[in-house]
């Protein structure tokens, strides 16, 4: 197992590197960067003055030699000018001697993740609140949604064919095919709105950031916990189908075996090998599929984060979100095949 999980660490390291530069020349493409500096300069710059102020503050490097600096395995930039020396690893203006003491590395293996244009402060500080909210968000949609696929599979597997097969099959589909954004404005027309609907939760996502509450954050939850279920449950429920149909079982029943001793002792274990897989997989989808939701009852997790990124060409944001969601892929696939060794008995590491 230690030789496995090594070799898989060294190809995760090497397709994180790839995907963060492939991420990083995009962000830092001449059209944004040309944005950024009339955003945080002025609309109205010519392109001399364009390129003057991305010399100015290290956007006119290389692409390699920029890429390094942003890991932090190449000295960062510094330019001196008429009122100090400025610099990536430098925090403001100083003087020459304050600037030979600054630090030579300052990048993301140095835990320096950069400086958020869009909100004003680190952008650790932003990805730290943001994970911390999507992550509260996603712990109860998996409480709501795996143990609900789970037994909503099963029943459905037991019996192929049977009517609570083909009910809660259709239900499965129904659920799996209506997108958040349809099923939040649902929820929100019939429960939440004033005019028209219940007005069973009063509260709102926004105010569940600070004290959550089953009227400001079922909503939230339950469309999120919807979408994902119904595909974990048809999963659940093909693999339930293929088990009960293998020679053991029908061993098992020759032997007077009873129904629910079969399912429970014989058929579960074998059955749930396939949906792990994909409740593993549900782990990168929450944290960057939950933007539509996030947006939709506007609660400020790591979702909305991107969103605000993306909309005002916040660079460094966006990379720090990217090597986020990368880690946590990476992460949640060699989890996946590590239980799937546990699991399945006959898959062998080598």
Known sequence: MGPFILRRTGVMIITALCLTFIVFVMTNLYPNLEKLAKTEGNFRMSDEAVASWLDKNGYGQPMLLKYGQWLGVVPGWQRSGEEGVTGRCIDGTVTPEEAAQAARFCGILQGDWGYSTRFKTDVSEIIQTRLGNTGYLMMWVLILMVPSALIVGVLAGMREGSATDRSLSTVSIMTTATPEYVSGVIFIAVFASSTVGLKWFKGTATAAMENPTFENFFLPVLTIALYGMGYIARMTRASMTEVMTAQ???????????????????????????????????????????????????????????????????????????????????????????????????????
């Open 248 to 350: 053991y079982i029908r061993t098992a029943r020759l032997k007077g075996v009873s129904f629910p001793n079969i399912v429970l002792r014989h058929a579960l274990r074998n059955a749930l090998i396939a949906p792990f897989t994909v409740i593993m997989l549900q782990f990168p989808w929450l944290l960057n599929g939950v933007v539509i939701v996030e947006t939709l009852f506007n609660y400020k997790g790591f979702g909305w984060a991107l969103v605000e990124a993306a909309s005002n060409n916040d660079i460094e944001l966006l990379l720090a979100i990217s090597v986020v969601s990368v880690i946590v892929v990476l992460l949640t696939q060699l989890i996946s095949d590590i239980g799937y060794i546990f699991l399945n008995p006959r898959i062998r590491i080598s």
